[in-house]
């Protein structure tokens, strides 16, 4: 296997575990919170935050839902919002968008396949090092 291959590998795996551990409960301490993954629906699918990517954004493609989070089974349960979604310069829509509340202050996310991103998405990942 390639260096390269092994960078992307490793940058996956630690995106990976950390949406896991993202979704745990941390602490012992009962004002100790869990936090949520960064989730955002659009057009009937559901994207997930990704790290270090490199990308330009493009236009307006109207709103995405960011589900409630509740980390704390029920206590203090955020409710869901919307913010606008954006298209990323050369890949679909359907696989990766740009989420927030102006195109300067946005957010890369895309969708998974199991615990796989779209090869278009793997394209943009730098090394976070």
């Known amino acids: 296997m390639s260096w390269a291959k092994r960078s992307v590998t490793a940058v996956l795996t630690a995106v990976v575990a950390a949406s896991v551990a993202a979704c745990t409960a941390e602490g012992n301490g009962a004002d100790d919170a869990a936090s949520c993954v960064y989730q955002v629906t659009y057009d009937g699918r559901t994207y997930q935050d990704v790290a270090n990517a490199e990308f330009t954004v493009g236009s307006k493609l109207g709103a995405a839902t960011k589900p409630p989070c ?50 278009e998405v793997k394209e943009l990942i730098t090394s976070p090092w």
């Open 70 to 119: 509740d980390d704390t089974g029920g206590q203090d349960e955020e409710p869901a919002t919307t913010e606008t979604a954006y298209a990323v310069a050369g890949v679909s829509p359907k696989v990766a968008i740009a989420v927030g509340d102006s195109p300067d202050n946005v957010q890369f996310v895309a969708v998974y396949s199991g615990n796989e991103l779209p090869p």
